[in-house]
């Protein structure tokens, strides 16, 4: 491509000579004077592949016109300034970005982009991504950006992240205090001091807020509770890492080709390597206090969200006897069962954590359970020759936590124990994980059952054995030696 020729322009001017100012052409007595720019001037047409070319012709669209561009007063800046231009306009020809100038982008723009290629773009494993990971992965991206206070693409610092990271930590184990006093005779005065909605009050109360309906509330002691209540709620070490991916994610998406930057902001943003807080501890229960769980259950004569004590029951069976989660049994449709030859339990790649089927055998008392509970109570209730349906529907895997936590102290089995730690819906899992050790299978085995992708993850977090579990495996190591000569506590002499 040949460089344009820099020039000065000329421009007339016409002068009144009694008063020295410049005045309209054609009046009288007025003088013309040639005045040359300061400034260098060059004139550019748009550059094109040869494509857009073929396409411009083919659509009998006109060259486009040449556009004046003024540049400086110094021809060295000026020449210089004229390259870079058209080595900009060649590499946008080309379908290179300008990343320089895109750095200044508003990054809520970008973060609408994102959210919009989440949604229409498929996964690399295939399917489509769930309408909940697409708001929580948002909501953090959006939270940690307006956090660290960056507006536009070139604001983007690491080291900013990582320290709002560390500060939100570090607030979960701070209570904030909440400066509310005196007395309040109903909820709607304990809404109004705490500027919440009455409904909120309620929700506060079923999770153990100091809150009496109808009598006179103590505000400095409800305070008191919402202040250890909220910081309870602030991200963890878990969380923080989500909020890394997220980030890492965003970022990443940015740098392919013909997106906004060359490299991802985030990559040195690291995730942590404690992994050992977690903000549920979770138990196992004993084999007597499983069994006292499922009888209490199928003795029930209530109804949670549509599932009766027999449904229950045989739910938290099939969870703690193959470790599946809420929502994959949830899922599971009249022809996931397969009892021919190997009993098992299909799960679709689009319900699992992993996105990948899973196949899970099935023991045979369980299998015997399943099977007459389709032929008996769900088969029959169908019209002949309809499609496969969901087997256990409804809402009831949104709140298993609450399911199971009644039945439990029906059975009189505490929800959480004198350690802190819980048995809730997910709790079935780690039930079935912990029996899998007790039973002496391997943990190469444990790990493939449970679907993990780290033995670690099957050893130290699904896995609580207890003294009981782990006295009977010291018997099993050699007699201890004596000495020769000495007594041993049979009498006789070694």
Known sequence: MAIPKLRKITQKRYIDPNTGKRVRKGTPNATMEIQESDCWYVDLRPSETSAQRIARRAAGIQTPKRKRIKLCSDKRAAQKMLLEMIESEEKQAAGFRDYHSLA??????????????????????????????????????????????????????????????????????????????????????????????????????????????????????????????SARREIGSTTSDHYTTA??????????????????????LDKLND???????????????????????????????????????????????????????????????????SPTVTVKSQDTKNSKQAILPLRNDLARQL???????????????????VVWQGTWYKKGATMIKRDLKAAGIPYADDQGKEYDFHALRHQFITELSRA????????????????????????????????????????????????????HVA
């Open 104 to 229: 200044h982008q508003d990054l809520g723009q970008l973060i609408d982009d994102f959210e919009n290629h989440l949604r229409t773009t498929p996964k690399k494993k295939g399917g489509k991504r769930t309408e909940d990971y697409i708001i929580t992965t948002i909501a953090r991206i959006q939270k940690a950006i307006a956090g660290c206070g960056f507006l536009r693409l070139s604001d983007i610092d690491c080291e900013k992240v990582s320290c709002w990271l560390d500060n939100e930590r570090e607030e979960r184990k701070k209570p904030k205090p909440i400066k509310v006093k005196g007395k309040a005779k109903n909820y709607r005065e304990i809404a109004e001091a705490f500027n919440v909605n009455e409904k909120t009050i309620t929700y506060w109360r079923k999770k153990g807020a100091p809150v009496i309906a109808k009598s006179v509330n103590d505000l400095s002691a409800l305070a008191k509770w919402y202040a250890e209540f």
């Open 247 to 268: 980030l890492k994610n965003f970022g990443n998406w940015m740098v392919k080709p013909g997106r906004r930057t060359a490299s991802n902001p985030f990559k040195d």
């Open 275 to 341: 992994k050992t807080e977690l903000r549920k501890q979770r138990r196992a229960l004993s084999p007597l206090e499983f069994s006292r769980l499922i009888e209490a259950a199928t003795l029930s004569d209530w109804v949670f969200r549509g599932l009766s004590g027999d449904d229950r029951a045989l739910i938290y069976t099939l969870a703690a006897y193959t470790g599946l989660r809420a929502g994959e049994i949830a899922s599971l449709k009249t022809n996931s069962f397969g009892f021919e030859n």
């Open 371 to 389: 099977n007459f509970y389709l032929n008996n109570q769900i088969r029959p209730t169908l019209p002949i020759g309809t499609a496969p349906s």
């Open 440 to 491: 002496g299978v391997s943990l190469k085995s444990a790990q493939e059952l449970a679907r993990h992708s780290k033995p670690e993850l099957t050893a130290n977090v699904y896995t609580h054995l207890t003294i009981r579990d782990t006295a009977g495996d010291v018997e099993r190591m050699p007699a201890i030696p004596t000495k020769l000569g000495a007594q041993n506590p049979t009498g």
